[in-house]
């Protein structure tokens, strides 16, 4: 597709539970970043890939925070024994070479509820 | 440390009145870039500007500008004469020399458009 794909739009897990986001980023984008966006409030940074490497893992909350670029295009944020305080939109954006010379442009997001 | 402050919550405004959202950020870094996104109810983040540190020039897309002043560290946007579809969250950010892979959003400001 045209621009970047999430899936699934909506996810409900049981806390406890493993969950799995999946991102399509635009095709030949070297550049992927996973944000988490809680309600009312603005999105705030996860980690950063360039190509099939994860070059900034800071954002990520706990080691229960797992995200992976196996070839250098699609990515998998994965969540392990999800909490209350995970529920969240995620959101995942690319852009076609760093940030720097580029804008970012994101796909519409995962909502995780955990209940 | 980064930091954007978006003071205002929410405006509302009716139809063709003009509308300026503040954003004030903080960075210690002399070059750096700042974001404005757009968020509709949809929740996809629409790319708006990107600008440079070094290009101080206000800049205007149709009935969009907006104002960069590096003395008072503001990044100001204005929307003229408002439209119902301009009705979105409004989200400002910064990325800078240390974190490129990484944007430091704002809380957003809720714009609201009454026909």
């Known amino acids: 597709g045209a621009g970047v794909s999430q899936s699934p739009r909506y996810k409900v897990a049981k806390r406890g539970q493993d969950v799995a986001l999946r991102c399509d980023p635009i095709s030949g984008h070297v550049s992927l970043f996973w944000y988490q966006q809680a309600l009312g409030q603005g999105p705030e940074f996860l980690t950063y890939?360039?190509?099939?490497?994860?070059?900034?893992k800071s954002g990520l909350p706990s080691d229960r925070f797992f995200a992976e670029r196996p070839e250098g295009s699609v990515s998998t944020l994965k969540i392990q024994r999800t909490q209350q305080e995970d529920s969240a939109v995620y959101l995942c954006?690319?852009?076609?070479?760093?940030?720097?010379?580029?804008?970012?442009?994101f796909g519409q997001g995962t909502r995780l509820t955990v209940v | 440390a980064q930091k954007v402050t978006q003071a205002q919550t929410e405006i509302s405004v009716v139809e063709k009145e003009d509308v300026t959202l503040d954003c004030v950020y903080e960075?210690?870094?002399?070059?750096?870039?700042l974001f404005w996104y757009k968020q509709p109810p949809s929740g996809e983040l629409v790319f708006l500007i990107r600008r440079n540190s070094f290009d101080e020039q206000n800049e205007i897309s149709g009935r969009y500008s907006w104002n960069f002043q590096k003395s008072t560290s503001s990044f100001n946007f204005t929307i003229t004469a408002s439209q119902v579809v301009d009705s979105a969250v409004y989200f400002c950010?910064?990325?800078?020399?240390?974190?490129?892979?990484?944007?430091?959003f704002g809380a957003g400001t809720q714009v609201v458009v009454t026909p």
């Open positions: 960075t210690r870094d002399t070059t750096y870039y």
């Open positions: 954006a690319s852009s076609l070479i760093p940030l720097e010379n580029t804008e970012a442009f």
């Open positions: 950010a910064l990325s800078t020399t240390d974190s490129w892979g990484k944007l430091q």
């Open positions: 890939f360039q190509n099939e490497a994860q070059l900034d």
